[in-house]
């Protein structure tokens, strides 16, 4: 359980730091819940800390789940309770928390209909996820890692199986700043330096699945050098943030 994890976790908490307009967004859809449940919840990233009576400050419970013993390990002391547990057998009765939070963590799931279905047994109102739309346009990634497409397609969470598992959803976009600090696959989207380092492919998990990335990163590098990149798509170092597909899903 977790064992990918358990190997391209290592350095998540430091690479992968929650941003904070994302954050907001988070917070927004979640609204002010008196207990919470957070899904694969890594090290914690947008995880509302439990506050004593529960306020806007935060809800007076929160329980985390997650499978990998080395995301665990890298929560800290303060976090909430986490159990070791995976999405499709949520070791919670029927409807014990007010809402229920999945962040970026649906698509690692061997089975997402039965995780999406186990959130929304044991949650009584909303149920706010972060995924990306699969119908979603390339965007200049895709150009130097074809594979990624590849990679993604057959885990991305299909909107109408959500439907299916949640009931109606709404749907709000999540641009992505040019600054982002949450360290995901489109997060430097303005900063194509940044791909050329091997810590940054680390905590990304398609790099981590992909074959073969020296023929893409020799291109990039390439291209970066010479001022093709530029050329191509300087027009996005002007951009403060881009809509690359990224969605929060909210139910309930
Ligand atoms: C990209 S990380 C996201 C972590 C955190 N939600 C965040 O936003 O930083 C994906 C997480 O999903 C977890 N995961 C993988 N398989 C899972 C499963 N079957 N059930 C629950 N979580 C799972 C991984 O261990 C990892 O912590």
């Known amino acids: 359980m977790g064992a990918i994890y358990d190997e391209i976790g290592v350095g998540y908490a430091e690479l992968r730091r929650p941003d904070p307009r994302i954050g907001?967004?988070?917070?927004?859809?979640?609204?002010?819940?008196r207990s919470l449940?957070?899904?694969?919840?890594?090290?914690g990233s947008y995880e509302p800390r439990p506050a004593e009576g529960g306020s806007a400050a935060g809800p007076m419970e929160v329980v985390a789940v997650e499978p990998s013993r080395e995301m665990i390990r890298q929560r800290s002391p303060q976090a909430a309770p986490v159990v070791q547990a995976s999405?499709?057998?949520?070791?919670?009765?029927?409807?014990?928390?007010e809402a229920s939070l999945a962040i970026l963590t649906v698509h690692h799931w061997p089975d997402q209909t039965q995780g999406l279905t186990e959130m929304r047994r044991t949650t009584r109102g909303r149920v706010v996820i972060l995924t990306w739309d699969p119908d979603r346009k390339?965007?200049?990634?895709?150009?130097?890692?074809?594979?990624?497409?590849?990679?993604?397609?057959?885990?991305?969470t299909r909107f109408a199986d959500l439907r299916d598992a949640l009931g109606p959803i709404e749907t709000v976009d999540v641009p992505v700043p040019h600054d982002c600090t949450d360290g995901f696959l489109g997060c430097y989207w303005r900063r194509p330096e940044a791909y050329l380092n091997e810590r940054v492919r680390g905590a990304i998990s398609t790099f981590s699945k992909m074959s073969h990335t020296g023929s893409g990163l020799a291109r990039l590098r390439d291209d970066l050098a010479s001022g093709e990149?530029?050329?191509?798509?300087?027009?996005?170092r002007s951009q403060e943030e881009l809509d690359i597909g990224y969605r929060l899903v909210i139910a309930g």
Do not use: C, K, M
């Open 24 to 33: 907001r967004q988070i917070q927004r859809a979640l609204g002010e819940p």
């Open 229 to 236: 990149w530029d050329r191509r798509y300087g027009h996005l």
């Open 87 to 97: 999405a499709t057998a949520l070791p919670f009765d029927d409807a014990s928390f």
């Open 37 to 43: 449940l957070n899904v694969g919840a890594g090290t």
């Open 138 to 156: 390339s965007f200049w990634l895709d150009d130097y890692f074809p594979e990624i497409r590849e990679l993604d397609a057959p885990v991305s």
